[in-house]
């Protein structure tokens, strides 16, 4: 196995991070590898926010509930970005882009960009020392994260990333097996894959070094899904112009 395949197997999310800042060049090269991510159509339909005001820093604490998006190395806002395709659009080739700037289509392309570039991101600050945690209760307040970050037709928020330096050393979490999700050929069903996870993440939660449980995957899924969140974020998403058709 090499030093890469060790990494991303040794992935855990950070969520206490030392007081020392990013450097320049270490901001550079993490996003210069976000940058290198495989990209549709060479679109490109991201942008990436460095937030280095601490007082928007205190705002977006607030809104996502976690303390650590104030207190990083560097915090970073990954947005869905159609809007830099329009820049040197006229008013009608404008007009002739809008089917397929507000389509469902371009909506998952912009997503899915910003997801790839973010990983890229991640597993480059891993890969010199650093620790993550994506943050996706940016959008428990879309609209307010939006105003705050001044971001223009087309673009809106997805995620944050919190980088920095660990100040702890959480256990990594288990994953599902293998056979719980991938398939050969076709849809395979697999809930004996699941029951066997069930008894595996009972017992992670409940030896594990911090925040220990009793809980098992399933419930924490069914739990999760029966309790409507963040119900605001399609009519906030389709009024900055996406996933409207």
């Known amino acids: 196995m090499n030093e890469m395949i060790?990494?991303?197997?040794?992935h855990r999310s950070i969520r206490k991070f030392k007081?020392?800042?990013?450097?320049?060049?270490?901001?550079?090269?993490i996003i210069s590898s976000a940058q290198h991510?495989?990209?549709?159509?060479?679109?490109?339909?991201y942008s990436i926010i460095g937030v280095t005001d601490e007082n928007k820093k205190a705002e977006l604490a607030e809104i996502t509930g976690q303390s650590y998006v104030k207190d990083n190395g560097h915090?970073?806002?990954f947005c869905?970005?159609?809007?830099?395709?329009?820049?040197?659009?006229?008013?009608?080739?404008?007009?002739?882009?809008l089917d397929n700037l507000e389509n469902s289509e371009h909506f998952l392309v912009s997503a899915i960009d910003a997801a790839l570039a973010a990983q890229n991101a991640a597993v480059a600050a891993e890969s010199i020392g650093l620790g993550?945690?994506?943050?996706?209760?940016?959008?428990?307040?879309?609209?307010?994260?939006d105003e705050l970050l001044d971001l223009p037709k087309h673009v809106i928020p997805l995620f944050g990333m919190a980088i920095g330096y660990p100040a702890h050393h959480p256990e990594p979490k288990p994953r599902l097996p293998i056979d719980a999700v991938y398939f050969e050929n076709s849809y395979k069903h697999h809930e004996e894959a699941l029951d066997r996870f069930d008894d595996r993440i009972a017992?992670?939660?409940?030896?594990?070094?911090?925040?220990?449980?009793?809980?098992?995957?399933?419930d924490?899924?069914?739990?999760?899904?029966?309790?409507?969140?963040?119900?605001?974020?399609?009519?906030?998403?389709q009024n900055k112009g996406f996933n409207k058709k």
């Open 203 to 218: 017992k992670y939660y409940e030896k594990r070094s911090e925040n220990n449980r009793t809980d098992t995957w399933t």
């Open 80 to 97: 869905a970005d159609l809007n830099r395709v329009t820049v040197k659009a006229n008013e009608e080739e404008y007009e002739a882009m």
């Open 37 to 45: 991510a495989s990209t549709s159509s060479y679109m490109m339909a």
């Open 19 to 29: 007081s020392k800042k990013l450097n320049e060049q270490q901001i550079e090269m």
């Open 220 to 237: 924490q899924m069914k739990r999760r899904f029966q309790n409507t969140i963040r119900m605001e974020v399609t009519d906030h998403v």
């Open 132 to 145: 993550i945690c994506y943050i996706g209760s940016v959008r428990n307040n879309i609209a307010k994260v």
């Open 75 to 77: 915090f970073l806002i």
């Open 6 to 10: 060790e990494n991303l197997l040794s």
